[in-house]
T-cell receptor
Framework: KAGVTQTPRYLIKTRGQQVTLSCSPI?????VSWYQQTPGQGLQFLFE???????NKGNFPGRFSGRQFSNSRSEMNVSTLELGDSALYLC????????????FGSGTQLSVL | DQQVKQNSPSLSVQEGRISILNCDYT??????FLWYKKYPAEGPTFLIS?????DKNEDGRFTVFLNKSAKHLSLHIVPSQPGDSAVYFC??????????????FGTGTLLAVQP
């Protein structure tokens, strides 16, 4: 079974631009979550999608948005990029049962200059 | 408000000895706890988990202990191997009737196992 796939692996953007990150979950998984990792901050929860519906959201500004398609693939968008958005963005998938372990992709390393 | 805390940013142990990584939490609604291991430039990989109805779970060299009254859990690795060198994240979730699969992570502990 293929794992969670995230594209691209690396991105360099400038302040004010917008960016879209993509995630393909493990086949059969209906839940996709997004996390932001910055040095010293651990993994911060962005949002979770289940069957194309956002069912939970973290404490991030509205510039961070996402969506999920009918094939469970998900995209995350960040508009009006700020320097502080530089981070590793991780996507995780699961079948969606509460408390179940998540399977993570390798992440997209975003650098905002 | 950091609901899951890993107060030791780093830990160094000798190969063959025991590694003990600690984690504290504040939310009494958490009912499921997990440990993840992360190498640089890779996503976290699941290690071991424990439900709040248990106080111990063991899987090979890895054992997780949960002390609900102290809101504390720990991961024991015995014996430690150089390949265990990585960042270890503690995570917790609250079921809330199954409406979400959100995990709250600690800030991680960098484990270095010296040969």
């Amino acid at each position: 079974k293929a794992g969670v796939t995230q594209t691209p692996r690396y991105l360099i953007k400038t302040r004010g631009q917008q960016v879209t990150l993509s995630c393909s979950p493990i086949s059969g998984h209906r839940s996709v979550s997004w996390y932001q990792q910055t040095p010293g901050q651990g993994l911060q929860f962005l949002f979770e999608y289940f069957s194309e519906t956002q069912r939970n959201k973290g404490n991030f500004p509205g510039r961070f948005s996402g969506r999920q398609f009918s094939n469970s693939r998900s995209e995350m968008n960040v508009s009006t990029l700020e320097l502080g958005d530089s981070a590793l963005y991780l996507c995780a998938s699961s079948s969606g049962t509460a408390g179940e372990k998540l399977f993570f992709g390798s992440g997209t390393q975003l650098s905002v200059l | 408000d950091q609901q899951v805390k890993q107060n030791s940013p780093s830990l160094s142990v000798q190969e063959g000895r025991i590694s003990i990584l600690n984690c504290d939490y504040t939310n009494s609604m958490f009912d499921y706890f997990l440990w993840y291991k992360k190498y640089p430039a890779e996503g976290p990989t699941f290690l071991i988990s424990i439900s709040s109805i248990k106080d111990k779970n063991e899987d090979g060299r890895f054992t997780v202990f949960l002390n609900k009254s102290a809101k504390h859990l720990s991961l024991h690795i015995v014996p430690s191997q150089p390949g265990d060198s990585a960042v270890y994240f503690c995570a917790a979730s609250a079921n809330y009737g199954g409406a979400t699969n959100k995990l709250i992570f600690g800030t991680g502990t960098l484990l270095a196992v010296q040969p």
